[in-house]
């Protein structure tokens, strides 16, 4: 069988620039946020049954569209502010792109992929939830969750153009998501978080965590974007629950309560642009901006300016948040000095500078967009990082 076209690496940097460049939810434009819209998206459908259980009478399409139906009229009923859009809402086959398109044009604030999990007929099947965000990991489970959801595309005409060559067969292809900067990793991540905290308190209580996948659905989502995986319907006991209307509703209503939370959260911070994530991969681009141009100043506006007297506090600059440590001294910092480094729940956020007031880190802020352009200034009291406002 010849192998089928693959995008070089070059060009996938540029696709991937544009992609992560598209239109900012509406709701982000401005002052303050609100989350305004949201998408479900019921996965499979149409001639792409899905997983289907051992004795193939439950087809996951099916499923999830029943409860992607119930969230969405959960949210309508409470929210009646909130636009709800889905990718599908009857028995039809979606391609996986135009899923992702169905989001980025309605602009929409957050991203919700339901889905059932399965495993080969020759394996014990597990049972239990878990949530995906867009990334990479060596998890051989993972990656075959991630090869089952992506497989979808070979239904699809010419899906080797549309997804620039990648091949879900080919192990290779997942080099094509080392690539890829997902600038709404921390929202996404605590949508993820949300919804395994209410998915386990049942009816499918078996929490098995927050994974992290190369799965196309979520690759060109230009807003925080979750896969959940409601349970297994391989698994005798969880194919019982999914099998159940009355237990269908209460997993769409577990979904809801993080839905709630995360639009509560959402609600309550300031638009800003995402910080940069750590690059994945030892390409490196180099922004094509020539040392000696000169910085433009700004007018300096005559105010007085907050200053930190407390040891424990002060302004920096951060520079990307990301799931994992980083050694001091790593090429990740773009030889940046002076980086610390901050916990918050399962996420780093790093910093560069240590300032007293605000308009001194603001004035260092142009040097350090020169090699991270998403920075911002933030304000660090007693190891809690907060965006200045």
């Not at 889905?115 to 990656?143: F, L, Q, R």
């Not at 080797?160 to 192990?171: A, K, L, V």
């Amino acid at each position: 069988m010849p192998k089928r076209p693959f995008i070089s690496l070059l060009s996938f940097v540029a696709i991937a620039a544009v992609a992560l460049s598209a239109a900012i939810p509406a709701s982000a434009q401005g002052g303050g946020v609100a989350l305004r819209s949201v998408v479900i998206d019921a996965g499979h459908g149409g001639n792409d049954p899905g997983a289907i259980s051992t004795d193939g009478k439950l087809q996951e399409k099916s499923v999830v569209l029943d409860i992607a139906l119930t969230l969405g009229n959960l949210i309508k009923a409470s929210y009646p502010d909130v636009n709800v859009i889905y990718t599908r809402d009857r028995d039809v086959f979606i391609p996986l792109n135009t899923r992702a398109d169905i989001a980025n044009k309605n602009h929409a604030d957050l991203f919700i992929s339901l889905h059932c999990n399965s495993v080969p007929k020759n394996k014990t099947a597990p049972s239990g939830c878990e949530t995906y965000v867009m990334g990479m990991s060596k998890s051989e489970s993972n990656m075959e969750v991630s090869r089952r959801e992506n497989s979808v595309i070979l239904l699809e005409d010419d899906y080797s153009t549309t997804y620039q060559g990648y091949d879900p067969d080919n192990p290779e292809s997942f080099i094509f998501f080392n690539l890829m900067q997902n600038a709404y990793f921390e929202q996404s991540l605590l949508m993820a978080e949300l919804c395994q905290k209410h998915l386990s308190k049942g009816p499918i209580s078996t929490n098995r965590g927050i994974k992290q996948g190369a799965l196309l659905v979520l690759w060109r989502t230009t807003m925080p974007s979750v896969l959940v995986e409601l349970g297994f319907i391989t698994n005798k006991s969880d194919r019982s629950t999914l099998a159940t209307k009355e237990k269908r509703t209460q997993l769409a209503s577990r979904v809801f309560a993080a839905f709630e939370e995360f639009k509560e959260q959402y609600d309550n911070t300031v638009a800003e642009v995402p910080s940069e994530p750590l690059e994945t991969t030892t390409v490196k681009v180099t922004p094509t901006v020539k040392e000696e141009t000169a910085v433009k100043e700004e007018p300096v506006v005559e105010k007085a300016e907050p200053v930190v007297d407390n040891p424990n506090s002060f302004y920096a600059i951060q520079i990307f948040a990301v799931s994992r440590n980083i050694a001091s001294g790593s090429s990740d910092f773009k030889g940046l000095k002076e980086i610390e480094k901050f916990k918050s729940g399962n996420i780093f956020k790093y910093t560069t500078g240590h300032f007293k007031s605000e308009q001194d880190a603001q004035a260092a802020l142009s040097s350090v967009r020169g090699k991270f352009k998403d920075a911002f200034v933030v304000k660090v009291d007693d190891g809690k990082v907060e965006k200045v406002r």
